[in-house]
């Protein structure tokens, strides 16, 4: 689950992680309110406005500005809020701004300059280790630093039967230059900040820029973060931060009726039960000639209701011109999920889109008796191979 930056801010600070203060507003008007406020308990007189959706590169959008007084700062927020925000991370038609994050200048003037640093805590893969990623390159897009400066990023890995050491604090505060006052904010900074990765359950802390301020101070500008959607039952307090405004709107409806769904940009959709067969699925229709139009795992219990629900959900994707059901009866037989398909069709009436359904496992036989005698445009296949060879006939 995708966080908003100001959410993002409030799990750091609740760790110890000193961030850019500021507080999230809905319209113009509160945008205002709130910078009165942060001028109150900051001091600040510039502020910071920034767009709150699920995308990163916002300001090379225009969802960043800078309001250079409180006379300015209803006017910056109208701009942004109700924007239809495109950046690099977003598709063509952009995010809808809802809400903007009105936050503290902190670029302020002082003895010695200010410095940007790139920083995330994630999951090394080929280690299964986590590991804090970090450059002396903030602001900038950390792929870019990779491709071009590769030599400026370093990967610090953490033993989980150790954990955070302060060694590998102090090695990544001299690694990013740093000496004295600011030496010894950023090693409290980085043990923070792997302790609120861990604590939240996250699969993603991306802190770019970490600042140095001119008073060597090591705060949190930005913050991206995602959270193990498997975690979220012990933090109910983050589940509740879920914005489903900034979330593909057919993904949400098929969450809510028990199905995991991914949209692709194919034009066969995809009705299996289980992670893995629906990746083997989408290989064999890949094989065939086609390409997936979706990720659809209906699970173990696919009763008819729940069948109809995913054709329906399938279907809402023009490009879809045909749908391959692949089911393996282990835990439910075969011919309930027939009868469900079947249902599921008379129930919905008009689908113009040829549907293939592979049935293996237990009453794989019955089942496609059952649909060959149903007397719809539904064709059955048993082996994998079967139903590729439809596949590629029919689309």
Known sequence: MNLHEYQGKEILAGYGVR???????????????????????TGTSWYVVKAQVHAGGRGKGGGVKLAKGIDKVEEVADSIIGMQLVTPQTSAEGKKVHQVLVAEDVYYPGESE?????????????????MIMYSTEGGMDIETVAEETPHLIFTEEIDPKVGMTGFQARKIAFNLGLSGAAF??????VTALYRAYEGADASLFEINPVLKTSDDKILAVDAKVTIDDNALYRHKDIAEMRDTREEDATEVEAGEAGLNFVKLDGNVGCMVNGAGLAMATMDIIKMAGGNPANFLDVGGTADAARVEQAFRIILRDTNVKAILVNIFGGIVRCDRVAQGVVDAYKNMGNINVPIIVRLQGTNAEEAKKLIDESGLEVHSAIALQEAADLVQELV
Do not use: C
Request: charged letters at 25%; aromatic letters at 6%; a positive charge.
């Open 19 to 41: 961030i850019q203060r500021g507080k999230v507003a809905q319209t113009p008007s509160e945008a205002v309110e709130v910078a009165k406020q942060l001028t109150a308990e």
């Open 114 to 130: 200010t410095s940007e640093f790139y920083m995330s805590v994630l999951l090394n893969r080929s280690t299964g280790r986590n």
């Open 184 to 189: 010894k904010d950023m090693t409290k900074f």
